[in-house]
């Protein structure tokens, strides 16, 4: 006889995890499917190992100018091998607390990879995918292969690096995410394909190692989802780095010989430039884990390769849900988690507002790091919205002096005529802390009135935003 929960999530990455964590703590009986690691992608081969990665070029670049500090510093150099090792070190850590969490909230976990046969059935099979090295192991006493049943199932697999045709990585000469994470060896040049967060951020670590970076990007912006203004800040402070950008351009075509890669790139023009170098990223976007779930025998509807939901996260067949990446963009952990709670309250019969995807803020973690929420000031103009734009430079506040990091902008929208804060762009140092300032200001539906009379404790960087909000009324007082 199939074993039988109230609630089962397939995917146990930061959507699956928390999904399984808020079941548990309403009382519903639940269990979670994993087929490689506990805590998904993102602590295992995503966001916090690569925050490792870049945490150790941070400290690379302070050291190796301390003496803008006063300070003397000899031979500073980077151990490949040892920084490798912290951050395995750190997501193996990750890894591990999700298992915590799962012991105590008494979460059954089921290794092994899962399909639908019914809208509240499940069949669990070995693993058949090949897992990334180095690989953690399986937690113990975990359940296995077998059909299990539920009145709820959420759908949390995640999504995986997208290949373009004909430029395949593989995995020596062309790396996805996975590969640029654990290199064996530092290449001297690195040609990266595709400058959103995932492609800038390996190229900013690349780079503060010491290696020739070229990134090239098919639209004419950097970091094409961000406000134009704030884009182009961060590409020239880039460029100064010794960073390359070749827009409006993409790669055609790959020639692999020996050590190296020569990639043919066809420019806005039409002209074609070779491009040779060590090793190549692959960083041109991911695509939902839709695969072998048994979606199209249920019905499950899917638009643009992910499953289409509604603001609750119900799927068009009744008590299958899903969150996170395989339910589509933004593809960000926090949006995941978010529906996570979202979908298992709703489950539960509790009283939640649907999910708004407008204040999901965004963060890139480069030097100098870059954030936003809400609208781009061009966005927020095709809206039809009359806008009062702020701004205001680190380079005028004090802490930011004092950090010896102070290039940076802050820029905020409002709606000219109710006040509403429309958008907030940052880039510079710490910013991805920063946001969640204007992330609560929006959640809240704060006004420009209410943000200038807030008081910002000095001397923080924090005091960027409040002058940005007192600059779109013409009102900023350090500048």
Not at 55 to 81: I, Q, T
Not at 154 to 174: F, H, S
Request: proline share 5%; glycine share 10%.
């Amino acid at each position: 006889m199939a074993q039988s929960y109230d609630v089962i999530i397939i995917g146990a990455g930061p959507g699956g995890y928390i999904a399984a964590v808020r079941a548990a703590q309403l009382g519903l009986k639940t269990a979670i499917v994993e087929r490689e690691h506990l805590a998904g992608i993102c602590s295992n081969w995503g966001c916090i190992p690569t925050k490792a990665l870049l945490r150790s070029a941070e400290v690379m670049h302070l050291a190796s100018n301390a003496k803008d500090f006063g300070l003397s510093v000899d031979g500073v150099k980077p151990d490949l091998k040892a920084i490798v090792e912290r951050s395995r070190g750190i997501a193996a850590r990750m890894n591990g607390g999700v298992g915590i969490l799962m012991k105590k909230n008494k979460v059954d976990v089921i290794w092994g990879e899962a399909k639908l046969t019914k809208p509240n059935e499940i069949v669990v099979s070995k693993t058949k995918k090949k897992p990334m090295e180095p690989q953690v192991p399986a937690p113990k006493n975990t359940l296995g292969e077998g059909t299990y049943t539920a009145k709820h199932i959420i759908l949390a697999t995640g999504a995986r690096p997208r290949a373009l045709p004909g430029i395949k990585p593989d995995g020596k000469l062309i790396w996805t995410y996975f590969e640029a994470m654990v290199p064996d060896k530092m290449p001297k040049s690195l040609l990266v394909m595709g400058s959103g967060a995932i492609g800038i951020e390996f190229a900013s670590f690349y780079r503060t190692m010491g290696v020739d970076v070229t990134v090239v990007e098919l639209m004419p912006q950097i970091m094409p989802v961000e406000d134009a203004e704030i884009s182009k800040f961060a590409q020239k402070r880039l460029e100064k780095q010794g960073m390359k950008f070749i827009l409006e351009a993409k790669v055609t075509k790959v020639d692999k010989g020996g050590d190296q890669v020569t990639a043919h790139v066809e420019k806005k023009d039409g002209s074609v430039e070779k491009i040779t170098a060590d090793r190549m990223i692959s960083a041109v976007g991911v695509q939902c884990n839709t695969e072998g779930l048994g979606l199209e025998e249920l019905g499950v509807k899917l638009e643009r390769g992910a499953i289409a939901i509604d603001g609750y996260c119900r799927t068009s067949v009744p008590g299958v849900y899903a969150i996170g990446d395989v339910a589509g963009p933004p593809m960000l952990a926090h949006k995941a988690e978010h529906e996570a709670v979202i979908c298992v309250e709703k489950i539960a019969g509790l009283n939640v507002h649907p999910m708004d995807k407008s204040l999901v803020p965004g963060c890139t973690y480069c030097h100098p790091q870059v954030a936003s929420v809400g609208l781009t000031e061009a966005k927020a103009k095709d809206a039809g919205h009359d806008v009062r734009v702020g701004r205001f430079p680190f380079v005028a506040n004090g802490k930011a002096v004092a950090l010896g990091d102070d290039q940076g902008l802050v820029k905020t929208v409002f709606d000219k005529k109710t006040g509403q804060l429309l958008g907030a762009h940052m880039v510079g140092a710490e910013v991805t802390e920063l946001i969640q300032g204007f992330v609560v200001a929006m959640n809240l539906e704060t006004t420009e009135e209410e943000l200038m009379h807030t008081i910002f404790p000095h001397p923080t960087l924090s005091e960027t935003m409040k002058e940005s909000v007192l600059d779109a009324y013409g009102r900023a007082l350090n500048i």
